[in-house]
Structure formats: structure tokens, C-alpha cells
């Protein structure tokens, strides 16, 4: 049977905010910590204790909201999500269902197109089972850990669509400072869903897809699923309303569970926490830190600095490499040069260290100077290349690094000539083609000489000792 069917794709993205502390607890929590060392007894929700909002985690989650245009409520409340796991010791969730702090908002996904969002909500991280040949074990760290669920309505029907979508969202949140958006530390989990059905008919039965560690693999798990519901479907079978877990070793989903209804959980308001109260100062402060989003700053590159586009798209993926960049700028370095030298130079010294440009032993000022010294003809590119590696191992200056390897560009025609000869030698071919106007074979000629003097030698000087040399006569 040919059915014609179209997905239906969602995602729910939980995203931890980037506080000190915990959402109802001071525990302090950070990943990487030794299992159950940071845990209170809010976490656990022992007797007698009473969780207290967390006001930083608050103030980010608003600006959240703000940076995905959403409508931040005036009043919302937190609600207990009710299920049975090991990880979840109070046997609940403090969660948002009914009046989350943020309805709608939206995503872009690039060409001008949006995913609009059903609604982010605020609640607090489960426990992390860790599973072993001993057993599962239980790591309570990440209990009560501060989050923002964001969802998405229906809206996309493409799984590049959503891969689109998780690349664009993690921008944004990273350049406002909510959270670093971590895959791997898990600061950022996502599940979709993925349901199909005829063009314009009533949405099919949605099945969820979990364990999806990168946002290549939800594209995948998304592919994958469209593939097997249409084999289900066009087979005259019906898709089962379950949750299925990606398995990336064998590229595709299993069954994990049948899918939970919202009265599964049992929700109802949280009697220990009083409405969520968001003011207009909270709002006004919010706004006022949001600072440039992602696609101002493109914009602004393009038109301040005119810069061609992968310039842009290269210096925009992280905040803190545009303000790396505008800094070398502001020193004084001409936009286009400072830009080809972070791309091609300064990012590759940055990413073997395994840290950001501000971490580096070099400063914007430092590559100004050595992007002025180019400029005046003391380094040529090679000779350049190697000071830089000499400034980022020692955090010197340029002018040290020309110092401790000698690397002045030499111009005198004593030192040359001697060169020029040898290459004249080595290469008659070439130095019979410049004679008779050909040009291009000077090239090869400077290269023999640029070796010899591992790049020193200044090219003006060079070609022009070269060209009175081959004319002359050896």
C-alpha cells in the first residue's frame, strides 16, 4: 500500500541553568562531582524540610524567555509530577503544568523560518541512574538541579528541521549566559517526537524517542522513526503510542515503555510553594542583560564590518570569540585581516589547548601589534606564524617573539644575492622563462630562496633582486 504521509516532529529540550545552586536547595551542584556529594535534605525531601525558590534560577529562566520573544506570565505556579523511580527519592517532581511562567515564544531555524513553542516551564532535575556489572546504582547529585523545559508545538516536519532547531536554541542561550548548553555534561537533553500521518489529516499516534546524546543522533533517531512508521503503516499495521530508545551502534529505536498520559502523573499544585511572582523590575533587569543575540550580531558584522558571510557565520558561533574579535579591532587591526588571522591561526591554537581565546596567553592587543607589524614589512606570513606560536606558548609580545627567533625580515642584498644565485642554478628552466617575460616561473624561484631562509626574506625585496639578477646575467 502507497501512503502518502507526512511528519509531524516535536522536542522538549531541558536545559539546566547555569547557578550556583540548586532550584529549591543550597546545595551547590556542578557536574563532575563525586556521586552524592552534593545533596541536602530538600533534595531528598526528608520531613520537615521546605524547598525555597532559588532567585538566580529565576532571573535566568526569565531571560530565557525574553531571548525566545516568549510571554513571560506575571503569575505561574509550580506543581508535583508524580512517578515512581529510583532517582526520584521524594516519589515526585516539582515541576510547572497548568501555569507555566512562559507561554509561547520561538526558535528560528535559519532562511527566515520559525518553530513556535508551546510554553517553557521551570522545574527542578531527577537523580541519574548509573548502570554497571555490579548493578544500577543511584547518583543523587543532580536531584533538584535548576531547569527550563522548553516545547515546541507541532511545527516541524523535516528532522533537519529539528537538528536546525537545536543549533540555533543552544546559540541563543549560550550568548545570553542561561546555560552552557552541554550535550555531554548533559546542561542540555533533548526528546522528540515523532508522529505521521496525510497531509493535512489528524495528527497519527506519537511515539517519543529518548537517549539522544548529540544533535546529529536526534536528526537520525527522527529519520529513522519516519522510515519505520512508514513501513508499519504502509503494511496495514498501526504504530503504538510508546517511548523508544536510539541505539546509535545499531542506527535505530527500540522500545522502551508504553508513552504516559499527563493523568499518569498525577499532578497538582505544590502546597509547599507559594505563586511564582515574576515583577516588572525582574522583567526590566532581565531585558536590560539579554545583551546581542546571535542574529543582531550577524547582521551587524556584515553591514559594520563588511565581512562576507563565512566570515560571519565563523565569529558568531561563540559570544566569546566576536568579543575576542571586536576588541582586536577596537585595538586598532583592520577588520578583515584580524578576522582571517582568528580563523586560520589563532582559533586552531585556541582549540589544541582545549580553551576559549580569553584563555589564551595572547591578548587582542598582542595580535594587533603583530598584525601591524606585518603591515609595516618586519614578518612575512611565515615568519609571522611562527611569532604567534611563540607569543601563545610564552605570553610574550611580538616583539619578543622577533627578538628570541630572530626572525627580522632580511632585505640586504649581500645576504641574498648569494641565495638568488643558488637559485638561479637549481632552476635554469625557470630563470630562461623570466627572461623571456613568462613570469609566472618567478614563483618557483622565490620559493627556493624563501626556503633557504625559512621564510625570512621579504618578498618585495626578493622579486626585485631576482628580476635585476636574471636580467643581468649570472
Given at each position: 500500500m502507497h501512503l502518502n504521509l507526512e511528519p509531524t516532529i516535536g522536542l522538549e529540550v531541558h536545559v539546566q541553568l547555569a547557578t550556583r545552586t540548586k532550584l529549591f536547595s543550597p546545595a551547590a551542584y556542578a557536574a563532575g562531582a563525586p556521586p552524592n556529594t552534593r545533596v541536602h535534605a530538600i533534595d531528598l525531601g526528608l520531613p520537615g524540610t521546605l524547598p525555597a525558590m532559588n532567585e538566580k534560577a529565576l532571573a535566568l529562566a526569565v531571560r530565557a524567555a525574553l531571548a525566545l520573544d516568549g510571554v513571560v506570565q506575571a503569575s505561574s505556579r509550580f506543581a508535583r509530577k508524580h512517578y515512581f523511580y529510583p532517582d526520584l527519592p521524594k516519589g515526585y517532581q516539582i515541576s510547572q503544568y497548568e501555569e507555566p511562567y512562559c507561554q509561547g515564544g520561538r526558535v528560528p531555524l535559519g532562511d527566515g523560518r520559525f518553530c513556535t513553542l508551546q510554553r517553557i516551564h521551570l522545574e527542578e532535575d531527577a537523580g541519574k541512574l548509573?548502570?554497571?556489572?555490579?548493578?544500577?546504582?543511584?547518583?543523587?547529585?543532580?536531584?533538584g538541579a535548576p531547569l527550563i523545559e522548553i516545547v515546541s508545538l507541532p511545527h516541524l516536519h523535516d528532522p533537519a528541521d529539528?537538528?536546525?532547531f537545536l543549533v540555533n536554541l543552544r546559540e541563543i542561550l549560550r550568548f545570553c549566559g542561561v546555560s552552557d548548553c552541554d550535550m555531554e555534561l548533559g546542561t542540555l537533553r533533548c526528546d522528540a517526537n515523532v508522529s505521521l500521518a496525510a497531509a493535512g489529516a489528524k495528527l497519527g499516534t506519537k511515539v517519543e524517542i529518548k537517549n539522544l546524546n548529540s544533535f546529529k543522533m536526534v536528526q537520525r533517531s527522527l529519520e529513522y522513526e519516519v522510515r519505520r512508521q512508514t513501513a508499519v503503516l504502509s503494511a496495514g499495521g498501526r504504530v503504538a503510542q510508546e517511548t523508544r530508545l536510539w541505539n546509535d551502534e545499531q542506527a535505530e529505536t527500540r522500545p522502551m515503555r508504553s508513552k504516559e498520559f499527563a493523568e499518569d502523573y498525577r499532578y497538582f499544585p505544590d502546597p509547599d510553594l507559594p505563586p511564582l511572582r515574576v515583577t516588572p523590575d525582574l522583567l526590566a533587569a532581565q531585558q536590560a542583560q539579554l545583551g546581542e543575540l546571535p542574529s543582531a550580531r550577524r547582521e551587524r558584522y556584515a553591514i559594520q564590518f563588511a565581512l562576507p558571510p563565512y566570515d560571519v557565520e565563523v565569529l558568531t558561533q561563540e559570544k566569546s570569540t566576536g568579543d575576542w574579535f571586536e576588541l582586536v579591532v577596537a585595538a586598532g587591526a583592520e577588520p578583515k585581516s584580524a578576522s582571517n588571522w582568528i580563523m586560520s591561526d589563532v582559533q586552531k591554537h585556541a582549540r589544541a589547548r582545549g580553551c576559549s581565546l580569553f584563555?589564551?596567553?595572547?591578548?587582542?592587543?598582542?595580535?594587533?601589534?603583530?598584525?601591524?607589524?606585518?603591515?609595516?614589512?618586519?614578518?612575512?606570513?611565515?615568519?609571522?606564524?611562527q611569532a604567534l606560536q611563540h607569543m601563545v606558548d610564552h605570553g610574550t609580545g611580538?616583539?619578543?617573539?622577533?627578538?628570541?627567533?630572530?626572525?627580522s625580515r632580511i632585505v640586504d642584498e649581500a645576504t641574498l644575492d648569494p641565495l638568488i644565485l643558488a637559485a638561479i642554478s637549481a632552476l635554469p628552466a625557470a630563470a630562461r622563462d623570466v627572461r623571456d617575460g613568462k613570469l609566472k616561473a618567478l614563483d618557483a624561484m622565490k620559493g627556493h630562496v624563501m626556503r633557504a631562509t625559512k621564510g625570512k626574506a621579504d618578498p618585495s625585496r626578493l622579486e626585485e633582486l631576482l628580476l635585476a639578477r636574471i636580467h643581468k646575467g649570472v
Open positions: 548509573v548502570h554497571t556489572d555490579a548493578g544500577t546504582l543511584v547518583d543523587l547529585d543532580r536531584s529539528a537538528h536546525a584563555q589564551l596567553q595572547l591578548t587582542p592587543l598582542a595580535l594587533w601589534e603583530l598584525l601591524r607589524t606585518i603591515a609595516r614589512g618586519t614578518l612575512t606570513a611565515t615568519t609571522a606564524r611580538v616583539e619578543t617573539a622577533i627578538t628570541a627567533l630572530s626572525l
